[in-house]
């Protein structure tokens, strides 16, 4: 085993098989930076040119894009507000918030380095998997992995930072909608409203930017501020280091957690993060619990550690027994046989140099990666005091252009902007995002495996399983502390009456809206629930009680809001005056994205960009004469380029002016 790691180390003294490892290093990390994008589109670009390398080279090539995608992607995540990919939208609670105090460049530098060190340690996993893994893995069945995804959603929970009524409830309604399109038990479309499109479900990315990146955009572009709220980065990449060392756990945790998530199918790098950033704030102690989604580095270690950890997880199942774990090791799969290499057991034996070559190069980009993100970052860390309607410009093509890409039907724009309004309404009565998102990443794994489980085990037989005793005890245990958390404070209360813990946003807002919010949560539920009795035993196994339990939390919100409306009585003048001017800024938002997807679906992505920047600049941004000129072209130039050296496909109008 030593001499065939030895062997591949030795080929990459050889420049070309070096080359070809630089080349998807910087493929990876530009794709990372285009929000949206992610792993899959990084090996999906370079896969049809490994067609005339040799099999080394052809590794080096896909696995140095795959190794540092999930480096670059902070960068937007950080300093724009909107996710790189899915897996980095868990940066937007410690990492964006860490940038709109000045405190940038101490985010990334967290980030790139707990990135850096978390693909080390995803490659040490990797390795050490090769004579471990099999048993371990062959050990877990539908019971456990059904059990491990009901505890990722469940630490939703942990999440919601004192709501976790409304927590809860947006992790089920991400759940629900993750059911839309085929049924994987059965032959049926599910909520589908006849509708050809939505039979193959809502793809993620789209789903992500909409309920995050949209959002951001509805409550930003109309305000014509910077996202940093002070006027300098600070001097902070020397400190950001030394945060990661000092929480050297977090690194450790983060990085196994992310090994995990990316060996068991289905689970993958978002729900991954989400659960190493739940178990760093689970296992802070007292006072330190406050600090996470206000700017606390542990907020970034650990997802940070956990992100390229799960790429090299991913490559487990897909080595050692062709199963891949992920999209992007789905397409790696293909690049193995496409050279005769079967994944499985026997490419130990056969194959064993290529192994090694893969976890070779996985280390090797994750620390190169790294370093050139210290390298780009400082110059893109302006991005962070840019007013944001002169980066609105150009982000939303990029934004529609990224979720665009996996469905590649227009039909998908409605559907983000409809999420970004909801994104929005979660944003500002503070219903956390990142429950839905996990439930929605989670829904389809969590259908399989019950399915399975409930057809293969009689109930008796697998509650009482070991491994299913003991993620059944780690469930119950952080549930019963929350619980604990919340009704403590209404005993302390001095007039008895409870405390409600929802922390608002600085402006002002309606509770009359709140009430409407938790009221369309539950015709949403009590609706699919209806729906759902039309489909097949196996198909509407799990919508019932989703819908139900969906339907039940809605009500217990509603009550809350009720008891609220009571305790704070009618707002003021003064309030209801904030109230309808925040409005006006979302309405006005709204509108112009609006307009935007109107002018794409006639003219096309391309023509609408040099039609809608131009007056977007001229009319919201307050822009001058030459970048109102100069801006769009800048923005038309970068779709093309895109398009004819990134395989990146944008969308045709209905008139179509050959561009």
């Known amino acids: 085993m030593w001499d065939a790691a030895i062997t591949a180390l030795g080929s990459f003294l050889d420049p070309s098989t070096l080359l070809f490892l630089m080349l998807g290093v910087l493929a990876g990390l530009i794709v990372g930076v285009i929000p949206g994008l992610g792993g899959t589109a990084a090996v999906a670009i370079l ?15 896909l696995i140095g894009s795959v190794a540092v995608v999930h480096s670059s992607d902070t960068i937007s995540s950080v300093l724009i507000g909107i996710p790189g990919s899915a897996s980095a939208s868990v940066l937007l609670l410690d990492g964006h918030e860490m940038a709109k105090q000045g405190k940038a460049a101490r985010a990334l530098s967290i980030a790139f380095l707990s990135s850096m060190l978390g693909g080390v340690i995803g490659a040490i996993g990797l390795t050490i998997a090769i004579p471990l893994a099999r048993p371990l893995v062959l050990a877990f069945g539908s019971p456990e992995i059904f059990m491990l995804t009901v505890l990722g959603i469940s630490l939703t929970a942990l999440l919601s930072k004192g709501n976790l009524l409304k927590g809860v409830l947006a992790g089920v309604f991400g759940v629900l909608l993750g059911q839309v399109g085929a049924a994987p038990t059965s032959p049926d479309y599910r909520f589908t409203f006849d509708s050809l499109f939505l039979t193959e479900g809502l793809d993620l990315v789209a789903v992500a930017l909409g309920i995050f990146g949209i959002a951001e955009i509805i409550a930003l572009v109309a305000r014509r501020t910077a996202i940093s709220n002070v006027a300098s980065l600070g001097s902070g990449w020397g400190e950001g280091i030394r945060d990661v060392l000092q929480n050297w756990t977090h690194v450790l945790r983060g990085g196994l957690i992310g090994i995990w998530a990316g060996v068991l199918p289905g689970v993958g790098a978002t729900a991954g993060t989400w659960m190493a950033y739940g178990q760093a704030q689970a296992t802070a102690k007292g006072k330190d619990k406050k600090k996470f989604g206000k700017g606390d580095p542990r907020g970034i270690i650990a997802p940070e550690s956990a992100n390229n950890a799960v790429e090299a ?11 891949p774990g992920g999209a992007p090791a789905a397409l790696l799969l293909g690049a193995l046989l496409i050279y005769g290499i079967e994944p499985g057991p026997r490419m130990i034996t056969n194959n064993l140099d290529v192994i090694y070559v893969i976890i070779w190069s996985f280390a090797i980009a994750s620390v190169v990666g790294s370093i050139l993100c210290f390298l780009m970052a400082k110059p893109l860390s302006k991005l962070a005091f840019i007013r944001f309607p002169l980066l609105a410009a150009g982000l939303i093509p990029i934004l529609f252009m990224s979720g665009f ?29 990142a429950p839905f998102l996990i439930g929605f990443v989670l829904s389809i794994p969590l259908e399989r495996y019950y399915y399975l489980t409930a057809n293969l085990y009689e109930f008796s037989e697998w509650a009482m399983r070991p491994g299913v005793l003991v993620m059944a005890a780690i469930l119950a245990a952080p549930l019963v502390w929350a619980l604990y958390r919340k009704i403590r404070p209404g005993k302390a209360a001095a007039d008895g009456a409870p405390v409600d813990e929802d922390a608002l946003n600085d402006a002002p807002v309606s509770n009359v809206w709140r009430l409407a919010l938790s009221i369309g949560f539950l015709i949403v539920f009590v609706s699919a629930y209806f729906m759902a009795q039309s489909f097949s035993d196996a198909a509407r196994l799990l919508p019932n009680i989703v819908t139900i339990l969906g339907a039940a939390l809605s009500v217990g919100a509603i009550i809350l809001d009720l008891q609220r409306m009571k305790r704070e009585g009618p707002p003021s003048a003064e309030d209801k005056a904030a109230w309808r001017a925040q409005l006006r800024i ?17 003219f096309g992505l391309v023509v609408c960009a040099a039609i809608f920047a131009p007056i977007f600049l001229w009319r919201v941004a307050n822009a001058r004469w030459r970048t109102i000129v100069l801006y769009p072209i800048v923005i038309v130039a970068v779709l093309l380029v895109m398009r004819e050296f990134l395989g990146v496909v944008l969308p045709i109008g209905y008139i179509y002016l050959g561009v």
């Not at 049809?48 to 590794?59: C, K, N, R, S, Y």
């Open 47 to 61: 896969l049809p040119f490994i067609f005339v390398l040799e099999p080394t080279q052809a590794m080096a090539l």
């Open 313 to 323: 997880g991913d490559l487990i199942p897909t080595l050692l027994f062709g199963i």
């Open 405 to 433: 890409q996996e469905v590649r039907q227009l039909e998908i724009f409605p559907i983000m902007l409809a999420l970004g309004l909801l994104g929005w309404l979660m944003k500002i009565y503070s219903i956390p995002r």
């Open 586 to 602: 979302a309405a006005l938002s709204t509108a112009w994205l609006v307009a935007f997807v109107a002018l794409t679906y006639v």
